[in-house]
């Protein structure tokens, strides 16, 4: 197989371009564990417009190949494949899928960019393949993939409860957010196992938090264990209030306009490298969706 002339898709055959876009965890309360080792969350989930963008072309032989490997991730092991092949099997399609993936979303950085790419592969094929699987369907299917995949596939900004699969839409402030990137791929399953987390937060409900938000009960461990971000936080900080999402590696801060966010971006950029992006309570995803319904 020729893989140069594969990396990139063939722009003028892609049947079907869509965005994976980021999530932040505003904040982030471990309440309690499940027997299954799973910890049991309350999050206030928000996306951000900024994206991977993931292209997608139909097969006739059933066959599902991602082109662009991640370092370190088995083709087979990419949750693009997996989202894909779990469609293939509860749809009983025949068909299958070339896919390329943009990658823009930092690796290991809490922000979500497995679990978006997992359910954009799921609503992109379900669309392209006419499975016609409802909402509800693909998230519980994503469930399966990562606790993360449920809000991707569903789109709103949500308090989320359970291991993150029980979402309750919420409509927030949408502040531009500056992201940093602290140079460290962070792996969930090690912030979870740490002997040091707290898993004793009392459970609270959407009006306290947004009345009161709240904060990151893995924040302490990753600053512990992580001296890069240790360090981002307090740069970061100097300039703005910044939090941890998700199991990090990466910290945000919310700004009221995107001049003020680029402005810190620049400041802090010959340390710390970072991107600017709007907070959004619609994913960009079904955004595009919904503008191709509208064709
Ligand atoms: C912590 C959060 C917050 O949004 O995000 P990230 O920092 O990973 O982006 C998510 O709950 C992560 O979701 P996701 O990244 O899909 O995690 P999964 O693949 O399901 O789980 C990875 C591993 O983390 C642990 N895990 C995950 C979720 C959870 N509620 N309890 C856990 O204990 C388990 O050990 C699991 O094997
Ligand atoms: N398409 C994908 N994009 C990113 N990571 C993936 C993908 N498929 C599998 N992975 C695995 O999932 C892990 C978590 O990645 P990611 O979602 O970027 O981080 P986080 O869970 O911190 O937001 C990676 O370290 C990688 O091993």
Known sequence: MNTKTLKAPPQQSVELSLPAPAKLNLMLHIVGRRADGYHLLET???????????????????????????????????????????????????????????????VGGGIGGGSSNAATTLLGLNHLWRTELSLPVLAELGLSLGADVPVFVMGRAAFAQGVGEKLQPVDLPEPWYLVAVPPVSIS??????????????????IRTVLKQGGHNDCQAVVERCYPEVRNALILLNKYVEARLTGTGSCIFGGFPNEQQAAKVANQISEKLPSFVAQGANISMLHRALQNLSER
């Open 44 to 106: 206030l989930f928000q996306f951000l417009d900024y994206a991977d963008t993931l292209h997608f072309n139909s097969r006739d032989d059933g066959q599902i190949i991602l082109h662009t490997p991640i370092d370190g991730v088995a083709h087979d092991d990419n949750l693009i494949v997996r989202a894909a092949r779990l469609l293939q099997k509860n749809s009983k399609s025949n068909l299958g899928a070339d896919i390329w993936l943009d990658k823009k979303l930092p």
């Open 188 to 205: 969930t399953a090690k912030v979870f196992s740490d002997k040091g987390l707290t898993r004793d937060t009392e459970p609270t409900n």
